[in-house]
Structures are given as C-alpha cells and as structure tokens.
C-alpha cells in the first residue's frame, strides 16, 4: 500500500478555499516542500458535491485531484457520509439520530445521522457512488476512507425494530432471551419481542443482559452500515481498498469486529503532550499502546489518520507540541507499525469550529513558522525511513483486550462503582514490558495465541469458554500466563458464573477465588514477601481479591487485616508452563520487576542494560528506535539524544540514524 514508501500527509479541505485559487495554488506548492505524498480528501464536501438534491458537481474535486496527482501525491478519498447538507435534513427529518433519552437531534453537528433510516443510507449510496462513477479510473486514488470516526447511536423507531430483529436472530425464542438474560430479576419476563427496548437514562438500566447486546447490537449496525457504503464503491471499483479511522480508547464500537472487513487499519492520535501533572513518557506509551493495539487488529501495519502538527482545540487546555516533539511522535508511530504519518489537518480553517486548531500551515500562511518547518522535517526522516515501509513487528508478547467483556465489567454495579479503571491496569503491565524492548500486541478472545510466549489477562471478566481452553493448551504447552483479579467472573450474557472461579482457570492457576473488596481512592493493603525472612513488599489498592491456594505458590501474601496471608501473587505450573495470579492491583514499580525477569528469561531482548530516565524502546522488524520522550538530552549507545530525539539502530547492519 505505501509503494515501498512511507507515507506522509493529512486531511485536506480545499472545499473551505475553492473561492481562493492562489491558495490552492500555494497548498499544492507548500506540499512539494513538505513532503505530503498523500492527503484526505473530501472528508465533510458534501455540500460542494451535492449542492442540490441529485445535482452533482465533482469537477472542483476531480480538479484538486488531478493537480495532486501531477506532482505525485496520492489521494485517500473519503465518504462524505460524517457530516450532511443542510437541505436533506430539512427534506428528511429521519436522518437524524435520536438519543438514548429520545429526542431527536436538530440539524448541526456531524456524525449525527441514523444508520437504519432508508433515505439515509439510498442518498449516501447516490453520492459513494457518484463519485466511484467519477473516479473509478483515477491512478492518484489509493484508498477509500469511509465516513469519518464511526461512533454514536441511535435510538428511533427504526433502530428499535432493527435491535428486536437482532435479538430474534441471536435467540430465536423469547424463553432463550429471557434465560440468557435472567428476566426473572424485577419482574422482566419479556412476552412479546415489542416489549423490548434498547437501554434509556429514564427506562431500561437494569437488565446488564440487555445493555450488552445493545452494546453488540450497536456495532453490528454501524458495520452494516459501512459495508453498505464500502458496497455501493466496490460495486463500481472492485479493487477499491477501504479504511475507517478509529479512535482513541473508544468504547462505543468493537474495533475488533471491524478488522476483517478493512484493508488498512487506521487511527487519529492526539495526545496531550505536556500535561501537567503527567511525564511526556507517560504520554507517549499511551499513544504507543494504542499504535500497538491498532497494529494488532489485523497483525498488519496500519495509518496514522490524524495527528495535530501542533495543538487541538478541544483538550481541556490545548498545548502546542515542544520543539522536536513532532518527530518524535511520528517516529513513535514507525516505531510500533504504522506506514502513514498524517495530520489533521494541512491548511488552519478560517472559521467555525475548528478554526483553532493546529495545521501544518496556519493562518499567516508563512512556510517559515516552525509548525511547517518541524513537519518537513519529519518528511524528510519519513523518505530516509522508506525501507521500514510494510515491515511487520515480532510477536512475542500478548496482552487480551476484550471490549465485550470491558463493556460488561463496566456496565455491572459491582466492588467498585467509582471506577475500575481499566486501561489504567492495562497500561501498568503494557509499560513495564514495552520499556524492556518487549513487542506487545493486543488481541481479543478469538485471538490466534501461536507464537506468543507470554499471554497477560487484565481484568477478563467475560471469560470465554472456549478462551479458556485455549489459554490452558497455551500454558500445558509451555507459555507463561499472567492473570489478575476479576477475571473469569461472568459469561456472555453477563450472567455469573457458576461455582469456583477464576471461570476455567481454577486448576491452570491452582486457585480459586472467595472473596473481592472495592478500595477507596488511597486506601491501599500491604503485601509481603510470602517466604520468611524475605524482604520484597508492595501495595494492592483498587480491588483486594482474597484467593485459595490449592497448588498455586505465593510469591507476596496480603500482611494486614483479615486478609493476612491470603496470596496476594502466586505462580502456579501447570503442564510445561507457568501461570502467574495477581489479586490486586499494585504500584508501577511491582510490574517493572515482575517482567523484567518474565522478559528476560522469555526473550531474546534487543537491550539488556537499563535505558536513561525517559528514552523508550520500541521494536520494528530488524530497528530498534530509542526515543528520548524528556525535555534533556540523554546518551544512549554511547550516542547523545537531544531532547526529543531518536536513534534508530538496525540490529542487523549496526546502521545509525539520529533524528
Ligand atoms: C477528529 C476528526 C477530525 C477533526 C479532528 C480534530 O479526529 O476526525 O475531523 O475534527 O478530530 O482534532
Ligand atoms: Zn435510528
């Protein structure tokens, strides 16, 4: 896809500038200076494209394209299906989306529409394919990218009848239904599929079966309604390759769901760089982890959709990025798999709501401002770098990421309504072992587990049956498994599980669990070592889980209160492997221990000796990239980073590169 290049780019709105043709002009001039070899095109033209009910003018746009394709930069064209003209609201009043409290949107913000509404989907099928009849033999169109950050849902009449259908299908019979969801509670006993209706903040909460599946309902619908538009293209392109950009720890869809149907993964990052309160490392393992998770959903390079060149808008407060920051983020990204470095957006809009926001060329216009400067720059490292173009990352570690299962734990009122903090868990376990050089991946429950020598479950509260088994051949095989609390706690339907749990587990980790205590903010339990005379302690907060041990051995036992020497971390082994348990959650530093050992008796790790403080490690295929994520500059392999700065070392040619 990056034709043995990488690729470099971002969102282009020449609608917002078609009055002024020296700035297209200039754009296509600032560019070629920039390095932008792809851009997005056509993301919120509508409007310009379809001024008036089924009069079309694509001819601006086929202009744009053409002049990009002269000087060799390819377009990536959206859907315009993210935000709609103003006349087919005012025409069609059941494209808009109706909230959860029943009340139907007015006309403004994008991404609002119905995906049932029939008039919806036959106008944005007109338009998808007015422009696959124009631009189906165009050489500078190298994917479709459908829509923009699908998300949302929407609770009208038409979707409420598309759900009951859903539930039909999944459980044919109102008894199933009624079964899978324990209906029994509050007197629920549904006898008429009519009487179902999807979760509201003045009705339906309590039935957790429920709000599942219309969790899952919501996915599958918004799916269906991209594969309608990726069909309306294909039937007119049939090699047309087609993304969607996700987001950031977004919890509305299962990204997972969407991966067999995409060619390209691809995501919008935007940190908050320099945060108070929060280390710039911190931010850059955040958007590492994500880079990773994205990466895994298809075990494929992917694109960096978006990225601010500079500041947001719509952060709390919105920092511009330091000196030096812009390469480092883009490398982050080559550095984990990505392919595409892009930016939302090239030119700053002049009005409306956006109009802050950071672009590669602001409002002066100037290519001597230092946002421009930085990003051709990176396009320049981008060229040096094509050889990392389409390299795929080693498999060694695992962590399970499960939205369903994340949809249940927090959907139920449980220990702790105050928050479980989920991917606060997921990120201690993913920073310890991405700062020992370990490649980490993301996978869900239908996850092919070959390959990897080390599977962690953070909070897998929907443990699946059949996951289950296939984490017990990964660990009589060999592999080493690491478990924490609350996991094996429910099956699908939210539904607990019946008798000892860890569900599954229970002899893999040679436990079982009695109890689970919620902890306040603060409030924290002492562990200690479990071997006499040993000197290790640490803090479990969060959720104290109190176990049984049946064959598992303690390594810390809980030292206070009425859990005393309950194991607090145990290992148990269990064929050829070993499964480790953690029933708490403790500090950073209990993590960098445990896996520095896991790592490096696991591993064959690209670097053995301790990094200094903020250079972060990350494999690709044979580069190492260590990145200095601090303000100062560091020494690494006896080279001197500036702050900001990467080496890239190619392990098998010893070739350096700073940047
Ligand atoms: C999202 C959208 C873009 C733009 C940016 C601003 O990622 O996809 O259209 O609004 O946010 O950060
Ligand atoms: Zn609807």
């Known amino acids: 896809m990056g034709n043995g290049k990488l690729l470099h780019g971002g969102d282009y709105n020449p609608e917002q500038w078609l009055k002024s043709p020296d700035i297209l002009k200039r754009d296509l001039e600032l560019m070629r200076k920039a390095r932008v070899n792809l851009v997005t095109l056509g993301v919120f033209s509508w409007s310009m494209l379809e001024p008036e009910e089924g009069k079309y003018d694509l001819d601006w746009l086929g202009e744009i394209i053409d002049n990009l394709y002269a000087q060799g930069i390819m377009v990536d064209l959206a859907t315009p299906s993210g935000a709609k003209p103003a006349w087919l609201v005012q025409k069609y009043p059941e494209v808009q989306r109706v909230g959860a409290d029943r009340v139907r949107e007015l006309y403004g913000n994008r991404h609002s529409h119905c995906y049932t509404s029939p008039v919806y989907r036959e106008k944005v099928r007109a338009i998808d394919q007015a422009l696959a009849r124009r631009f189906r033999v165009h050489p500078g169109i190298v994917m479709w990218h459908v829509s923009n950050e699908l998300g949302g849902e929407c609770h009208c009449e038409l979707c409420q009848a598309k759900f009951r259908e859903w539930l039909k299908e999944k459980y044919a019979t109102l008894d199933r239904l009624n079964e899978a969801w324990n209906s029994a509670f509050w007197s629920h006993i549904y006898s008429d599929w009519s009487q179902i209706e999807s979760p509201a903040p003045h009705g339906e909460g309590a039935m957790h079966g429920l709000v599942l599946d219309w969790k899952r309902f919501v996915t599958s619908r918004t799916l269906d309604f991209y594969r309608m538009e990726r069909d309306a293209v294909r039937e007119l392109i049939p090699e047309a390759k087609f993304t969607v950009n996700m987001m950031y720890r977004f919890d509305g869809l299962d990204y997972a769901k969407f991966a067999p149907d995409l060619d390209i993964i691809s995501w919008d990052d935007y940190p908050t760089w320099h945060k108070a309160g929060e280390s710039d490392e911190d931010i850059c393992l955040k958007s590492a982890m994500m880079h990773d998770f994205f990466y895994s959903l298809k075990g494929k390079p992917f694109w960096m959709m978006e990225s601010s060149p500079s500041m947001t808008n719509w952060q709390p407060v919105s920092k511009v990025k330091k000196p030096g920051v812009q390469m480092l983020s883009g490398l982050n990204a080559v550095a984990h798999g990505a392919d595409a470095v892009m930016y939302f957006q090239w030119r700053q809009s002049r009005g409306a709501v956006e109009k802050f926001h950071g672009a590669v060329v602001g409002h002066d216009g100037r290519e001597e401002s230092r946002v421009f400067c930085e990003t051709a720059e990176l396009g320049k490292a981008l060229e040096q770098l094509a050889p990392l173009a389409g390299v795929p990352r080693e498999r060694e570690a695992a962590i399970v990421h499960d939205q369903e299962s994340k949809w249940a734990m927090e959907g139920s009122q449980g220990p702790r309504n105050i928050g479980l903090g989920y991917w606060d868990e997921v990120m201690l376990h993913y920073r310890a072992l991405q700062k020992n050089a370990v490649t980490v991946d993301f996978i869900g429950q239908d996850g092919d587990l070959s390959g990897y020598k080390l599977i962690v479950c953070p909070m897998l509260y929907m443990l699946r049956e059949d996951f289950a088994e296939k984490l017990r051949g990964f660990v009589a095989k060999g592999g080493t498994l690491v478990l924490t609390y609350w996991s094996g706690v429910a099956d699908e339907t939210d539904l607990c599980r019946i008798g000892d749990t860890p569900f599954g587990l229970t002899d893999v980790l040679g436990l079982r669990r009695l109890e689970i205590d919620g902890m306040y903010e603060g409030e924290k339990r002492r562990c200690v070592s479990a071997v006499a005379g040993e000197r290790a302690e640490a803090y479990g907060s969060v959720l104290c889980e109190v176990a049984k041990s049946e064959t598992a051995k303690p390594i810390l036992v809980?030292?206070?209160?009425?859990?005393?020497?309950?194991?607090?971390?145990?290992?148990?082994?269990?064929?050829?492997?070993?499964?480790?348990?953690?029933?708490?959650?403790?500090?950073?530093?209990?993590?960098?221990?445990?896996?520095?050992?896991?790592?490096?008796?696991?591993?064959?790790?690209?670097?053995?000796?301790?990094?200094?403080?903020?250079?972060?490690?990350?494999?690709?295929?044979?580069?190492?990239?260590?990145?200095?994520?601090?303000?100062?500059?560091?020494?690494?392999?006896?080279?001197?980073?500036?702050?900001?700065?990467?080496?890239?070392?190619?392990?098998?040619?010893?070739?350096?590169?700073?940047?």
């Open 558 to 659: 809980y030292a206070e209160d009425f859990f005393k020497g309950a194991p607090a971390v145990c290992v148990n082994r269990y064929g050829r492997g070993r499964a480790y348990y953690l029933a708490t959650r403790f500090e950073p530093d209990f993590y960098s221990g445990l896996y520095r050992g896991l790592a490096s008796s696991l591993f064959d790790l690209p670097i053995t000796t301790p990094l200094p403080d903020g250079v972060l490690p990350a494999r690709r295929g044979d580069w190492l990239f260590l990145q200095n994520t601090s303000g100062r500059t560091a020494t690494v392999m006896r080279r001197r980073l500036q702050p900001y700065g990467t080496l890239i070392v190619n392990l098998k040619t010893k070739e350096k590169l700073i940047f």
